[in-house]
């Protein structure tokens, strides 16, 4: 079965600061992750995703995350906070190979970024 | 395009009461998804619509229902409310189910539960 894990549920950084963000998951099949941002009193946005081939996948707004089989690792990064970049952040795992809309979702990474 | 649109945004029920839940995909996709968000269980998945059969299901008791119309609009039902069915629901679509992970949600239909 699948599970994914977020280390710490609150992250703080200063603005222009490097965010970094980490999950690790379980998948008994090769996985298919993701990392979603919820801001307040909206719903979930997809930021990028990872399904095959490279590594080091893009998103939007500047973020970015890397795959690491040998770790079961998915850490998202951002080389520089902006303020707009408070929110709640998920990593999630598909319970199939994509072709399904039931995600299993980590608990949530709150980013506050500081003047 | 418009986004997924849920109704109502907020609602307030009382123990023993039911509530039905509405989802309008965005035009063109045919797939809905169900969350549920709590803060002490966080995103739970609830069940999963494609051309009006239920596809997948999560972990929820029988009170929990859903369905999908002809038009992909979804609902969904939940029965004898208990205190903890207070939560963010959270409906989601696609173009093909799971469309490699890329799902659109709406902005939740907050259930309070007195």
């Known amino acids: 079965a699948q599970s994914v894990t977020q280390l710490g549920s609150h992250v703080s950084v200063s603005e222009g600061a490097l965010v970094l963000l980490r999950c690790n998951y379980s998948?008994?099949?090769?996985?298919?992750l993701f990392w979603y941002v919820q801001y307040p009193n909206q719903g979930l946005q997809l930021l990028l995703k990872?399904?095959?081939?490279?590594?080091l996948v893009k998103g939007i707004n500047g973020f970015e995350a890397e795959f690491k089989k040998s770790e079961t690792s998915f850490h998202l990064t951002k080389p520089s906070a902006h303020m707009s970049d408070a929110a709640e952040y998920f990593c999630?795992?598909?319970?199939?190979?994509?072709?399904?809309?039931?995600?299993?979702f980590g608990q949530g990474t709150t980013l506050q970024v500081k003047p | 395009k418009a986004g997924v649109t849920q109704t109502p945004r907020y609602l307030i029920k009382t123990r023993g009461q039911q509530v039905t839940l509405s989802c309008s995909p965005i035009?063109?996709?045919?797939?809905v998804s169900w969350y549920q968000q709590t803060p002490g269980q966080g995103l739970q998945f609830l069940f999963e619509?494609?051309?009006?059969?239920?596809?997948n299901k999560g972990n929820f008791p029988g009170r929990f229902s859903g369905r999908q119309f002809s038009n992909s609009r979804s609902e969904m039902n939940v029965s004898t409310l208990e205190l903890g069915d207070s939560a963010l629901y959270l409906c989601?679509?696609?173009?093909?189910?799971?469309?490699?992970?890329?799902?659109?949600f709406g902005e939740g239909s907050r259930l309070t539960v007195l």
């Open positions: 035009s063109g996709h045919r797939s």
């Open positions: 999630a795992v598909s319970e199939g190979s994509g072709n399904t809309g039931k995600l299993i």
């Open positions: 989601a679509s696609s173009f093909n189910p799971g469309d490699s992970g890329e799902l659109f």
């Open positions: 619509y494609f051309s009006e059969t239920q596809r």
């Open positions: 998948s008994s099949v090769p996985p298919y």
């Open positions: 990872y399904t095959t081939g490279a590594t």
